[in-house]
């Protein structure tokens, strides 16, 4: 059974740096793709970065390229999600998810496309 847990959410203040970690456990790590999604309360959840299964690509929302960045660690089956200079705007849940297509050239952009879920973990940024 595939396991999605997120972690390192909190309560920063603007111009702040926060990490967020997933774990996917359950099958094997290095053969599907990845994403964050975000949602706030009463919106759909929203893209913000994807990378592929072999960590040779990676896709950003327009609103978080060049200050957020995804990566992978196939060592310790977790995928990174680094999110420098937060704006207020960035507050919401940070989901993580996974793909069970293996393989797959492109990572999607459209949370339908992706069957493994973490609960979320909470992002709020202060000004």
């Known amino acids: 059974q595939v396991q999605v847990v997120e972690s390192g959410g909190g309560l920063v203040q603007a111009g702040d740096s926060l990490r967020l970690s997933c774990i996917i456990s359950?099958?094997?790590?290095?053969?599907?793709?990845t994403a964050w999604f975000r949602q706030t309360p009463g919106n759909e959840r929203e893209f913000v970065a994807a990378?592929?299964?072999?960590?040779?690509?990676?896709v950003y929302a327009h609103s978080v390229e060049g200050r957020f960045a995804i990566s992978k660690e196939g060592a310790k089956n977790t995928v990174f999600l680094q999110m420098n200079s937060l704006k207020p705007e960035d507050t919401a849940v940070y989901y993580c998810?996974?793909?069970?297509?293996?393989?797959?050239?492109?990572?999607?952009?459209?949370?339908?496309?992706?069957?493994?879920w973490g609960q979320g973990t909470q992002v709020t940024v202060s000004s």
């Open positions: 998810a996974t793909e069970s297509t293996r393989h797959r050239n492109n990572p999607p952009r459209a949370w339908r496309d992706y069957d493994y």
């Open positions: 359950g099958r094997t790590f290095s053969s599907y793709n």
């Open positions: 990378i592929k299964w072999n960590g040779a690509a990676t």
